[in-house]
C-alpha cells in the first residue's frame, strides 16, 4: 500500500481513525448497501479487460465483484480497512484523502467507481474534475449515492426529524443537484435506482438512490 508523505500523515490518520470508529460501529465493513443489485448494475457497466480505479474501495468487500478480468487499484482514507482489501484482493492500493488530489497521473484509467462516496465530501465537484482528469478520453465513471429527497425523507422532515442521521453525511443529493455535478466533466448516460419499489414512476420521488453511468466529455 502506497502512503502520502509523511508532512500529510497527521491529517490523514485523524480521519482514517474517525471513519474506521464509524464503520466497525455500524458493521459497515463486509457488506455494501443494496449488495446485489448495485454489483450487477456496476459489472454490466464496467466489462472486463479494463483498467479500474474503485474511489472509497474501504475492504474491498465491493471492489472483488469487479476484479476478475480487470486491473484494479483501490484508495480510500480508512487505512485498517484499506489494508484488509490489499491483504484479500492482492490489488495495488493508495491511502489517501478523497476531497484532495487523486495520487494518480492523468489518463491512468478507464472506469473510475464511486460507490456512496460523494455524498461523504465537502467539495464533490472538486473530486469530480480530478476523476475526469484520471480518466483517458471517452472513460466511464460509474457510481451511486443516496437520495436524500426521496418520499420517505420527505415525510420525516415533515415530522420534524432530521432528513439523515448519518454523521459522515457532507452532501444531500436529489436527481438535480447529482445531474448538476456530474455534467460539468461528463455526459450523463444512464441514471436510475438500485432500491425502491416505485422508483419506475418517478426516480427523484421513490428512488431511495441514485446509480449512474457516465462518459467523459
Known sequence: MTTPGSGDNTRLETISNFYGSHHRSGNRLGQTIAEEKRV?????????EKKVLDIGCRDGHLTRSFLEGNEVVGIDVDQDALKTCEKNLKIETRWCDLSARIPFEDERFEVVVAGEILEHLPYPELTVDEISRALKPGGMFVGSVPNA???KNR???LKGRLIDYDKTHLQMFNVIKLRQ???KRFIVEELISSRGSYAFLSLA???????????KR
Do not use: N, P, Q, S
Open 40 to 48: 450487477a448494475i456496476f459489472c454490466r457497466w464496467i466489462g472486463r
Open 149 to 151: 429527497y426521496h418520499l
Open 155 to 157: 415525510l420525516r422532515v
Open 181 to 183: 455535478t456530474l455534467e
Open 205 to 215: 420521488w421513490f428512488g431511495r438512490d441514485l446509480v449512474w453511468k457516465c462518459r
